[in-house]
Nanobody, 121 residues
Framework: QVQLQESGPGLVKPSQTLSLTCTVS??????????WSWIRQPPGKGLEWMGA???????YYSPSLKSRTSISRDTSKNEFSLQLSSVTPEDTAVYYC?????????????WGKGTLVTVSS
């Protein structure tokens, strides 16, 4: 069974960079043909796919967040990370990592439990 666990600060100041890590167990992040995504859900709103890193290291980003988002991985630790720069209070959300064979939210088969990140001074 694949398990994903998000970790990182729960509070980030405006204009700073939000950094989260997803640690994966029970499966390798280099397994063909899976992609590993970051998804968020602001309070009272729907899920938003942010971006992904594929099994071969290629990145895919949401056009609306591309200029502020970077996703990387450490295959030796079997983990991947999110960096979101220049955050504002509107970036307050529960952040999830997930695995899927495509970038469609409906196609994600394993999810982390999510971690709340609040952007506030």
């Amino acid at each position: 069974q694949v398990q994903l666990q998000e970790s990182g600060p729960g509070l980030v100041k405006p204009s700073q960079t939000l950094s989260l890590t997803c640690t994966v167990s029970g499966g390798s992040i280099t397994t063909t043909y899976y992609g590993w995504s970051w998804i968020r859900q602001p309070p009272g709103k729907g899920l938003e796919w942010m971006g992904a890193i594929a099994y071969d290291g290629r990145n895919y980003y949401s056009p609306s967040l591309k200029s502020r988002t970077s996703i990387s991985r450490d295959t030796s630790k079997n983990e991947f990370s999110l960096q979101l720069s220049s955050v504002t209070p509107e970036d307050t959300a529960v952040y999830y990592c997930a695995r899927g064979l495509n970038l469609d939210l409906a196609g994600m088969d394993y999810w982390g439990k999510g971690t709340l990140v609040t952007v506030s001074s």
